[in-house]
């Protein structure tokens, strides 16, 4: 069964430049999340889809975040503008709905100069 | 607001050497108590998963124990291995499924 795929694996962009990371989850998983581990921290929750409804983004910066999961499968988070505290490693999760057991991709290391 | 803290952040031990990794919760209303292992450069991989009503979980070398009523948890390994060397982190998780992360124990086991 393969994993949960995330691309590019790195980026270096410049600070008020434009990104974004795409996430393939496990086939029929229909929870997605995206999680922010800034380096010597733990991961936290940025988004939590079900399916392609949004059911907690509590702690997205949504003045420069966005995401969405158009068709229940696929992933994309974006970041405009960036900043330097945007320098971090963005991890992506699936998981069977209702399950408790998440299952996270390799991530997208960014780095913001 | 689910804060995790973990102790130490960094241990150096000698290889074969047992040894303890602590976590602790601050709201006891968790679904369950997970720990992870980190390589660098690579995604999270589940170790052990602690139901809330359970009181410990072992796998192989590996020993996690949760009690609730104090907030806390620990991880045990026993026998430790250069090849144990990894970021060790729990995560509390709610009845949404939602993970709450510490920031991790850093683990050098030495040849």
């Known amino acids: 069964e393969a994993g949960v795929a995330q691309s590019p694996r790195y980026k270096i962009i410049e600070k008020r430049q434009s990104v974004a990371f795409w996430c393939n989850p496990i086939?029929?998983?229909?929870?997605l999340y995206w999680y922010q581990q800034i380096l010597g921290q733990g991961p936290k929750l940025l988004i939590q889809f079900q399916n392609n409804g949004v059911v907690d983004d509590s702690q997205l910066p949504k003045d420069r975040f966005s995401a969405e999961r158009l068709k229940g499968v696929d992933s994309t988070l974006k970041i405009q503008p960036a900043k330097l505290e945007d320098s971090a490693v963005y991890l992506c999760?699936?998981?069977?709905?209702?399950?408790?057991?998440?299952?996270f991709g390799p991530g997208t290391r960014l780095l913001v100069l | 607001k689910q804060e995790v803290t973990q102790i130490p952040a960094a241990l150096s031990v000698p290889e074969g050497e047992n040894l303890v990794l602590n976590c602790s919760f601050t709201?006891?209303?968790?679904?369950?108590l997970q720990w992870f292992r980190q390589d660098p450069g690579k995604g999270l991989t589940s170790l052990l998963l602690i139901q809330s009503s359970q009181r410990e979980q072992t796998s192989g070398r590996l020993n996690a124990s949760l009690d609730k009523s104090s907030g806390r948890s620990t991880l045990y390994i026993a026998a430790s291995q250069p090849g144990d060397s990894a970021t060790y982190l729990c995560?509390?998780?709610?009845?949404?499924?939602?993970?709450?992360f510490g920031s991790g124990t850093r683990l050098l086991v030495r040849p």
């Open positions: 999760a699936s998981s069977l709905e209702g399950q408790e057991t998440q299952y």
């Open positions: 086939s029929g998983h229909a929870t």
């Open positions: 709201d006891s209303a968790i679904y369950n």
């Open positions: 995560a509390a998780q709610d009845s949404s499924y939602k993970l709450i």
